[in-house]
């Protein structure tokens, strides 16, 4: 039996199961096992940073090393959320700078994280190996600089898409002589021009540098400098990728790709001038990762692109490919598994491009393995929809932005209910979905009824009454975030579904119906919930309770109201009938 | 019986009864083509048509309310139309037609979103009582319009502008055929949800977060298109955000530039943002009091010397906001700043310069 075990016999049989899931069951069997699994537990990850706090996992899990956190809610990358709402990572820096001092690994994605944190961070922990700051924002390139300088093992920097304040191009020299350890490194989003003699020398001086992404300020001409020191690159970011049209540019550049055999990604390309896109072709057969979603270049280049990179699993692209570019996508690309076409002209009134829901039908039928899709286009009609839900069952990322909010079917000029449930009929996997256009109360029904096993939902502009929230938090079993925005959703459905919120990480709703007085209803009735109005008007209690808050975000917690709350966020207490942070 | 408030087991009970009772409407359930009629409220008032109520209910009016509720009908969130069985209140939408002619403003009747008065949870006041109570109260600086943020001017057509509408008002609000049974006092800030209104394509104005597209790549599609494009002169899309800081402020906030067409609207607008600052209504632990404030007093604050608005251009000089025209203005700022007024009297003379040499 578990007692008559060694701990170590133990502990070695938990040091397989890598997955939280695993390790969060095997805690519940009995004490022992909880006490050992908890002591040899090394990763941690946290969806929501609000759900539980420093305190409570450093004294579940005493010898953590890699950290992985999510802060803001996602509706924060499309500006719904206020500056100044939260998610600061401080607190945990501080916390894990004291009782994790082997700490190894910070991910954070959406929080705000500061000079001072990355120098906490740099000073704290010395065997400090992986920084990966997702979309979070609060520092300055002082702050990498520490990071650079003091972390001696540091294998990866990853800025991927964080808003950084970029004074100086000068944090890149700080990495000492001695650093050899660098294994990836995204600067991509930094607007500074590095000093290109450091950034050479560091990356000859890495051998096992795998991922590098420049940023746009590197330019083209010098791009076979750094190639050539690092033939090894598996993932490449380019800079700016246009230059003065010479033929001595071309053949360096050519010459230099085709020295980096194991180059499997691809990404950069800003201001692409497509006279030097041939320069690559020596790597397209072994791209399996494309993305050419900030290169403004036209459908035939384009195509011919994407027709070489017969291995081509991801790609990411603008509408310039247009639906004849999609074709060819799907004759060439067999083993494409994600597509993601992005609007070059997204707030213009009129279609630049000719991309309609025929390009994506193309997809679905061409290519066997395609299970994850984001799409952005003008129009949609319900049979393209059933045609690619039938083509594709086993799709399991579904997003499709319509850009004109509450878009009928362009052919029938009825709501899209059919072919989104035709969608969720049809693909059974599917684990996040995002729609867009005319929807009624009908299309929630049939997400009710029939997506099982989705577990993110992403509605805007949709719905007619609090029965189409109901099908949704009724019947989707396996929900875990939901996010709502301008859909008239009000009280009912939210509190009769009261309970369903624990089972899920997040609800966010805005611009939709909730009243003040449900807020306050929901929070006294739901003490491991948080429930946080925001509304930049003032109190809520200035207005009548009936009057609808103007966002409304619930998630469960096991650490109760959050103390950070800024002006303009109110926590529903239980305790009191209106409480502020 | 007591309010089962949430519903949980009332949902339960009145959905195995209705499982249990529907066999007429089995089929047509089961094709999803016609709602399933859940009780999911389990209120005490669907009494009638939970467990022991759903056989009671007439075939006639089970039939009468699939057909109801697949009509598409636009009402306001919270209201239901008097014919309707209150009971069984699936909300109710608007046909088709008139979602041309919903208008963004409620006159009398307000958008203010209750639900119908038959079905009421224990702590819900009537809204007659918040009505009275509200109007009695004296917070009236949040109650102007002119600090919400609209891309557009108003028009009838749709406005989605922001995530917040303002409302002025529209006579046309008589159409609306679902009565609403609550009215709101103008001060009331409600929203209309954008669902309901736009139907017409004639006015694009700019909604916030839509279409979903990350900052970072808005940004730098921006940036590809201008050094491909000539300037025009026509106003470019998208939103231009920028940072606003506050001298003493916890934190900062955020504003979208293109929102405004005069200074005025964005001095207004950053009045209001920061003003519980200035109070001292809000910190960093935002303990806002409930003290309103007197507008005047608020102007007084901002428009005598304590504080003035200055920004960083694309050169990374700190200027004050208003020597410029205001396209020029938003051409060149990358952030705000509301100094006090000590720290910026160096500025003026250099920015009158600028421009000078610019000009």
């Not at chain 1, 992985?68 to 719904?80: I, R, S």
């Not at chain 2, 075939?59 to 009402?75: C, D, F, I, Y």
Request: aromatic fraction near 8%.
């Amino acid at each position: 039996m578990a007692y008559s075990f060694p701990e170590e016999v133990l502990e070695h049989v938990f040091s397989f199961l890598s997955s939280d899931r695993d390790r969060n069951a095997v805690s519940l069997v009995c004490k022992s096992w909880y006490e050992i699994e908890r002591w040899c537990r090394r990763r941690v990850f946290i969806g929501n940073c609000y759900a539980v706090s420093p305190d409570i996992v450093i004294r579940r899990f005493p010898e953590v090393r890699a950290l992985e956190m999510k802060g803001k809610p996602h509706f924060a990358d499309f500006n719904l959320v206020p500056e100044g709402w939260g998610a600061y990572v401080h607190p945990w820096i501080r916390a894990m700078s004291a009782a994790y001092p082997l700490l190894e690994e910070i991910k954070l994605k959406r929080m705000v994280v500061t000079d001072e944190s990355l120098e906490l961070i740099a000073r704290s922990f010395k065997n400090f190996k992986v920084l990966v700051l997702s979309s979070c924002e609060g520092f300055t390139t002082d702050g990498l600089a520490s990071i650079a300088a003091n972390c001696r093992n540091l294998r990866e920097l990853d800025l991927r898409e964080s808003e950084v304040e970029d004074l100086s191009g000068h944090w890149l020299s700080h990495f000492p002589d001695n650093c050899t350890s660098l294994v990836s490194l995204n600067m991509s989003c930094l607007g500074s021009e590095v000093s290109f003699s450091a950034l050479e020398r560091l990356v000859a001086r890495c051998p096992n540098l795998r991922t590098l992404r420049l940023n746009r300020a590197v330019p083209i001409e010098k791009l076979p400098n750094l190639l050539h020191r690092a033939p090894q690159l598996v993932e490449l970011g380019t800079g700016a990728y246009s230059a003065e049209i010479r033929s001595d540019i071309f053949s360096n550049l050519a010459e230099a790709f085709s020295v980096c055999k194991q180059l499997k990604g691809l990404s950069g390309f800003w201001d692409v001038v497509p006279a030097f896109l041939p320069a690559m072709y020596s790597v397209c057969s072994g791209i399996t990762s494309l993305n050419l979603s900030y290169a403004t270049i036209q459908s035939p280049d384009l195509v011919k692109l994407v027709s070489q990179c017969r291995n081509l699993q991801r790609l990411w692209v603008l509408d310039y490919i247009e639906d004849t570019g999609l074709e060819a996508l799907a004759a060439s690309c067999k083993d494409l598994q994600e597509l993601r076409v992005f609007p070059s002209d997204p707030f213009g009134a009129e279609p630049n491009v000719a991309l309609t829901e025929q390009g994506l039908v193309s997809v679905s039928e061409g290519c066997p393995k395609l299970q994850s899709v984001l799409y952005f286009c003008r129009q949609m009609s319900n049979a393209a929809l059933v045609t690619i839900a039938r083509n594709r069952p086993e799709m399991i990322r579904f997003r499709l932005c319509i850009i004109e909010p509450q878009a009928p079917d362009y052919l029938t000029l009825e709501p899209l209910d059919a072919g989104f449930g035709a969608i969720v009929e049809n693909c059974k996997e599917l684990r996040r979905l995002s729609m867009s256009g005319l929807l009624t109360d009908k299309v929630f029904e049939y997400i009710g009824n029939h997506a099982k096993k989705l577990e993110m939902l992403s509605i805007a502009f949709a719905g007619d009454s609090d029965l189409g929230l109901h099908h949704v938090l009724s019947g989707c079993e396996s929900l875990r975030k939901l996010e709502i925005r301008d859909c008239p959703f009000g009280d009912k459905a939210l509190l009769a579904n009261a309970a369903k919120l624990e089972t899920m990480r997040s609800l966010w709703m805005s611009s939709c119906s909730v009243s003040f007085g449900a807020c306050k209803l929901l929070g006294q009735k739901m003490p491991r919930l948080n429930v946080e109005v925001i509304d930049e008007r003032g109190p809520p209690d200035s207005r009548p309770e009936s009057c609808p808050v103007e966002k409304l975000y619930v998630y469960r917690t096991v650490a109760g109201r959050r103390a950070d709350m800024p002006g303009f966020v109110w926590t529903m207490d239980g305790d009191k009938s209106l409480t502020f942070s | 019986m007591s309010p089962p408030l949430l519903g949980v087991e009332g949902q339960d009970q009145c959905n195995v009864s209705l499982m249990a009772s529907s066999a007429s409407v089995d089929t047509v359930s089961q094709n999803g083509l016609g709602l399933k009629e859940r009780n999911y409220l389990g209120l005490s008032d669907c009494s009638s048509v939970d467990s022991s109520g759903v056989s009671s209910v007439p075939e006639e009016n089970k039939n009468n309310l699939n057909l109801k509720a697949t009509e598409l009908r636009l009402g306001l969130p919270g209201s239901q139309s008097p014919e309707r069985d209150p009971d069984f209140s699936p909300l109710s939408s608007v046909k088709l037609d008139e979602k041309q002619l919903f208008p963004l403003v409620p006159s009398k009747d307000g958008i203010c979103l209750l639900s119908p008065k038959t079905v009421v949870s224990g702590n819900k006041r009537g809204f007659a009582d918040t009505v009275d109570g509200f109007l009695e109260s004296k917070s009236t600086i949040f109650t102007e319009g002119n600090w919400i943020f609209n891309a557009a001017g108003s028009d009838t057509g749709s406005k989605l502008a922001g995530n917040m509408l303002s409302h002025r008002s529209s006579g046309t609000q008589s159409t609306i055929k679902t009565d609403v049974p609550a009215k709101a006092s103008q001060e009331c800030d409600n929203k209309i949800n954008g669902s309901n209104t736009n139907s017409a394509p004639a006015a694009k104005a700019q909604v916030v977060g839509w279409p979903p597209i990350r900052s970072f790549r808005k940004n730098t599609l921006a940036s590809t298109s201008k050094n491909n494009d000539e300037v025009d002169g026509k106003p470019g899309p998208g939103t231009l955000f920028v940072k606003v800081s506050m001298d003493g402020a916890p934190y900062l906030r955020k504003v979208d530039l293109k929102t405004y067409s005069t200074y005025q609207e964005l001095s207004s607008a950053l009045e209001k943002m920061f003003s519980c600052f200035i109070i001292g209504q809000c910190g960093s632990e935002g303990a806002p009091s409930r003290e309103t404030l007197s507008e005047s007093k608020l102007k007084d604050l901002i428009h005598g010397s304590e504080y003035v608005l200055t920004y960083e251009d694309k050169d990374g000089d700190w200027m004050l906001v208003g020597d410029v025209p205001w396209e020029m203005f938003i051409a060149s700022c990358k952030r705000l700043k509301i100094m006090k007024g000590s720290d910026a009297i160096g500025l003026a003379p250099r920015a009158v310069e600028k421009s000078k040499v610019r000009n």
